[in-house]
């Protein structure tokens, strides 16, 4: 089923340009990182049927209109991150790059609303090794401890993902990517909508399920 | 191959280069896969050694009871550094990394990975690892103590260089990972024509199986192991019982990995042996896809018995002995491998050349090691034997005896593919008898002591137990010193070696087809494949041409 003339004119010159190849490569590296947070998941799963009562009490401090409004511009900025592809693949240069610099805007909204969030909790005193939170009851610890985990480590996925599609933008602009050939902005993107989908996840085990 | 070919194509991957670059460079920034396995052959010796040189100093030290060498602190720091290396370092990449870099893509009629440039990427991921490994030995702190397991709540409370140790751990499982997917990757996109799946070599298939657990796996112990750097310095309630959290949730999310790691440990050198049997039995594999089924199967059973490392944990009793059957359930593949070997070997025209001679000694040592195993997957006998020596060697005869000794058998095989000159064959035959006299004494007294009651990781033991501590001892020596010399031939041969043949043993894989040491894109053409891999009746074809 592999051997379509593509693949045989491939193996003859060097693979570099497998386009079924590398996305296959990409869909396996999505796969790990799902995995990964997979185990945090399965870390909460367990916590949240242990001390299920105290996991209740501490989501009712989270801040639920900032993670709404988050969550709405991940998923905003899944569908600019969709439409900058949608458009060079019809060779719309300049509209591709608009909604590709709109996804990075939107992605460093996104962490400023956190940053706000969390320097919130730190002022009520709820951090790692506070006095405030080391006096609560061990699910609460917990919570809160996976909470700056699972966030943090997203956080750092979309910071990663600020990089990458920078590094497109200016491919973009050099005309590195074009309609032939926007490989790499479609595995970005793909990258980009796996940031958003952890979050649908991560936004109603710690903000909505009280 | 054919006559009148053209000068330059004759060249060998050696004197080529991928890049502009001659000298060094042109290796440390290649992308051929050749090379890049060979840069990966180099750093995982090097680190078997210094895995082989703490080994022998910790046997050193059980000499005599009490303090021989070295204090009770360095000793703990000696083994938790022995597991580090010789599991992150030497065993999950040995085979795959060094051979299956080197020869999956020629096997399957390629001219490199699919991922050239990630390929090149994980081999210095891998160095990183290697470098953060051994960094965290001379910092202060001191070298990390905890086994290279890491339980919590130890692993969070200690003051050793924990965190730089498994962050190590993490770069190497990362460099694992893009290997794993380079080559699932390369699998189904780059066969030659004809090249179906059932045509593919068995050991394409163990790497193939492997680098599947290498995805699968690998993140989830990467998550762990980020789980307890995070808490270390954040001091985030997570798995630390002061903080509610739950220990043994953590041994559950490392054996969850390191589990199936094991498998990648072991598939790929069942794949070598499923290579090495037919050519030197001149013999088409029996069972070739009862054994490319049975990787699968192993890869797919063995992600889920990880909890039988957790018998004396504290789990319910429905929970551990559902993983004790899943755990005899993994015997049954491994069975169909070793029975097909045996059949592959039966009325076949045997030439015992030192690759086969590697892999009756595997087949001893690891049916030794497998057995042995069931009486560790016992809930029973479990108790009994948990956390003593017996456990210490039925780890070491499937590990070592297992993939430790395909590691040398594929040395010894594709020695003359890779490097063009052969080594001498008599001293190899002699390195053999002192490895398997020196490999049972040194690990079978201690299937003895564990199951009269050594304890593992003990730096120091009663007076009944000195005899047979000496015994092993002086085993480790003539071990060790089989390994030296063993490197000392291959060393002579790889500069003063006779020429070898493109084809040396007879074999009929892809790789034999093609010239000693192969040129830098493998194939002048991609071949057709038209034949079974083991089909020796087109063993004349591949003489005459070659």
Redesign the interface.
Known sequence: M??DEN??A???H???V?K???K??MW??L???V??????F??YA??RY??SEQFHIAAMELNTTIGTINTIILLTSSLTMALSIAYIERNKKSLSILFLSLTILLALIFLVNKYFEWSAKFEHGIY??SEEL?NR???Q??FF??Y??MTG?HGLHVVIGIIVLSFMLVFLLKNKITSENYNKLENSGLYWHLVDLIWIFLFPLFYLIQ | MANGTIALSEKNFYEVSTNKYSGILSWLLTTDHKRIGLMYLVSIMFFFLVGVILGVLMRLELLTPGRTIMSAQEYNSLFTLHGVIMIFLFIIPGIPAAFGNFFLPIQIGARDVAFPRLNLLSYYVYVVGAILALTSLFLPGGPIDTGWTFYIPYSVRTTSNVSLAIFAAFVLGFSSILTGINFVTTVHRLRAPGMTFFKMPLFVWATYATAWIQIIATPVVGITILLVIIERAFGVGIFDPALGGDPILYQHLFWIYSHPAVYIMILPAMGVVSEIIPTFARRTIFGYKAIAMSSLAIAFIGYLVWAHHMFTSGMSDTARWIFSLLTFLVAVPSGVKVFNWVATLYKGSIDPQPPLLWVMTFIFLFSIGGLTGLVLGSLATDIHVHDTYFVVAHFHYVMFGGTGTIFFAAIHYWFPKMFGRMYNKKLAKITIIFFFIGFNMLYFTKFIMGYMGMPRRYYDYLPQFAGLQKISTVGSWILASSIFFMFGYLIYALFKGPKASANPWGGVTLEWQIPSPPPLENFKEIPTITHEPYDFSQLKEINNES
Do not use: C, K, W
Not at chain 1, 35 to 40: E, K, Q, R
């Open positions: 592999n051997h693949v045989i491939m193996t003859q060097h693979a570099h497998d079924v190849g590398a296959m490569g396996l590296f796969f790990t990182e995995l990964l947070f997979g185990g945090m399965l870390v367990v916590y242990q001390y790692p090794r080391l009851p061990s699910g610890i917990l401890g996976l700056y985990v480590l």
